[in-house]
T-cell receptor, first 113, second 115 residues
Framework: AQSVTQLGSHVSVSEGALVLLRCNYS??????LFWYVQYPNQGLQLLLK??????LVKGINGFEAEFKKSETSFHLTKPSAHMSDAAEYFC???????????FGAGTTVTVRA | DAMVIQNPRYQVTQFGKPVTLSCSQT?????MYWYQQKSSQAPKLLFH???????NEADTPDNFQSRRPNTSFCFLDIRSPGLGDAAMYLC??????????????FGAGSRLTVL
């Protein structure tokens, strides 16, 4: 079985500051990891994914995430927050042979001017 | 553009009055999923179709049913909506390709209000 824990249900950052969203997973086999973003009253949009290979993954809108197997983590970062980054962010995991995603509880990001 | 389209975007119904939400896709994906998302919560998988095979989650209430008449369309039927069924319902699709990442593509969602 796999599960995802997102540390911090709300994160508030100043415009231009670093955005760091934490995600830890548990999986008995190598996972596939994803970050999705959800704007109000919208569906989920894929930010980035880790499958195999390079552990630092770059996504859309300047976001990136690093897969650290030793720490079972997949934290999401963006060097400089923009007002348009205000949204809810979900970390998700699946394993080979399982085509269902397990989502974390989500982190809401607010950006202060 | 190829995409996942959900209708209606907003649905208001009365307690106990059946509701049908629809999802269509132009991606030719073989798997279609229905998620329920309540306010400030993670999406919760209700069921999915792998081609024509229906897969129900163990904790999905019998009140929720689904139909997939063809590859492109999938419907969510709520037979007797209760106040607790008010939520955003998200349709997603994916293509299973063996060892692939199986990225889910989501529709914009249908928000259900129960009066």
């Amino acid at each position: 079985a796999q599960s995802v824990t997102q540390l911090g249900s709300h994160v508030s950052v100043s415009e231009g500051a670093l955005v760091l969203l934490r995600c830890n997973y548990s999986s008995s086999v190598p996972p596939y990891l994803f970050w999705y973003v959800q704007y109000p009253n919208q569906g989920l949009q894929l930010l980035l994914k880790y499958t195999t290979g390079a552990t630092l993954v770059k996504g859309i809108n300047g976001f990136e995430a690093e897969f650290k197997k030793s720490e079972t983590s997949f934290h999401l970062t963006k060097p400089s927050a923009h007002m348009s980054d205000a949204a809810e962010y979900f970390c998700a995991v699946r394993t080979l042979g399982d085509y269902k995603l397990s989502f974390g509880a989500g982190t809401t990001v607010t950006v202060r001017a | 553009d190829a995409m996942v389209i959900q209708n209606p975007r907003y649905q208001v119904t009365q307690f106990g009055k059946p509701v049908t939400l629809s999802c269509s896709q132009t991606l030719n994906h073989n798997v279609m999923y229905w998620y329920q998302q309540k306010s400030s919560q993670a999406p919760k998988l209700l069921f999915h179709y792998y081609d024509k095979d229906f897969n129900n989650e163990a904790d999905t209430p019998d009140n929720f049913q689904s139909r997939r008449p063809n590859t492109s369309f999938c419907f969510l039927d709520i037979r007797s909506p209760g106040l607790g069924d008010a939520a955003m319902y998200l349709c997603a699709t994916s293509r299973i390709t063996g060892a692939g990442a199986n990225v889910l593509t989501f529709g914009a969602g249908s928000r259900l209000t129960v009066l």
